[in-house]
């Protein structure tokens, strides 16, 4: 089958991307995979998708030029003749690529990952034209189909790990903390997501200071357009030797080793794939109680309300070392299995029910 996957947005690592990148593991094992990206990719994922054969394509960002973005889309789905077009996003916007694709002998395939959009206002109006034209309906999780799709009929394809990915490492805790300048009688605090106000970051840095006095360290790691907003209220708040920002990590798996918690304070969220990766990982995990309570897999995660005093307690409760992590993993893996978020299983039924639409 010859696919063509459209990311709506940027292709960095956040949790859309890496969810494409995973289920693309497979996928291209068994179909012609091409992909059109939004303005940018991570050069590590240019480089896998371009050694399996795969072509790339970049049309310039969707959102500031869209009538070129349609105009060049449109082109290359005639000129390549593709049989299905899969678009991931978080909102109804996706009826660009729709459009795009209109009266061309081709199925449409929409994802849903999110449970809220930053364009309400744009999705409500382009919903009609959007659910009216799309094949088959994907989401991450049953609220993020309801929210995107509506009474529409839709199938769950959860954001499944390779969970062999995931293991504790004494040489990996030893050498990621010691990058980080983080000392043995201290406690390594992570938080891994968009600089944007889903992910809460102002929660986390009222967070840091309540700990100001205390032996714990916080490692940021993202992008996004608050990132410099953030640095400077860390800056403000005179807490750079409690909180450090870095850019995203390509080796989240191996951090992981040298984490002592991580934590999520999202004011929404679909499923994020951080969720599966850190219990994988063994790791204490805490998140805010607005998050799907399809994350509730092991004993690693604690759903808290948004109160500073309560994460607080969760981060003090904590030990400063990897003690049972290795038996911790092997029951966590074997929950995240019992769950369905395999992406060995996963990738199997999307690839039966894209067979299905074809014929």
């Known amino acids: 089958m010859k696919i ?3 990311n709506t947005v940027p292709f960095n690592r956040n949790g859309i991307s890496t969810v494409i990148m995973n289920y693309f593991n497979f996928l291209v094992m068994q179909n012609k995979i ?3 990206i939004n303005d940018k990719i991570e050069d590590d994922y240019k480089q896998r998708i371009l050694k399996s054969g795969s072509k790339i394509y970049n049309f310039g960002n969707r959102n500031k030029n869209p009538i070129n973005y349609v105009n060049q889309l449109r082109k290359l789905l005639k000129r390549e003749q593709y ?3 899969y678009v991931h996003g978080n909102s109804a916007t996706m009826a660009v690529e729709v459009f795009a694709a209109r009266k061309l002998q081709l199925k449409l ?4 990952h999110n449970v809220k959009t930053e364009h309400p206002a744009i999705n409500k109006i382009l919903k009609p034209y959007f659910l009216k034209h799309i094949d088959l309906a994907f989401a991450a999780s049953e609220q993020a189909g309801k929210f995107l799709f509506e009474s529409r009929k839709f199938e769950v394809i959860p954001n499944g790990i390779c969970l062999e990915d995931f293991y504790y490492s004494e040489e990996n805790r030893k050498k990621y903390r010691k990058k980080f300048d983080i000392t043995k009688d201290q406690k390594l605090i992570v938080q891994l997501g968009t600089f944007t106000e889903q992910k809460n970051y102002e929660f986390s840095i009222e967070l840091v200071n309540l700990l100001r006095e205390e032996k714990v360290h916080f490692l940021f790691f993202g992008e996004g357009k608050l990132k410099n907003k953030i640095e400077e209220n860390i800056n403000k708040k005179n807490l750079t030797q409690k909180v ?13 080793s040298a984490a002592d918690g991580v934590i999520l304070p999202s004011l929404w969220e679909g499923l994020p794939l951080t969720g599966l990766e850190v219990q994988a990982a063994g790791v204490n995990f805490a998140v805010s109680n607005n998050l799907n309570r399809d994350l509730n897999i092991t004993n690693s995660i604690s759903f808290l309300n948004l109160d500073t005093n309560k994460w607080k307690e969760w981060v003090m409760s904590l030990e400063n070392r990897a003690a049972n992590r290795e038996d911790i993993i092997v029951e966590n893996k074997r929950l995240i299995r019992e769950a369905n978020f395999d992406i060995t299983k996963n990738a199997q039924n999307m690839m039966e029910m894209l067979k299905i639409l074809d014929n």
Not at 109 to 112: F, K, R, S, W
Not at 244 to 256: G, H
């Open 83 to 85: 049989e299905v077009i």
């Open 34 to 36: 091409d992909f059109v």
């Open 244 to 256: 450090s920002c870095f850019p995203p990590l390509r080796e989240v798996n191996q951090l992981l």
């Open 4 to 6: 063509l996957i459209v």
């Open 109 to 112: 395939v929409a994802h849903a």
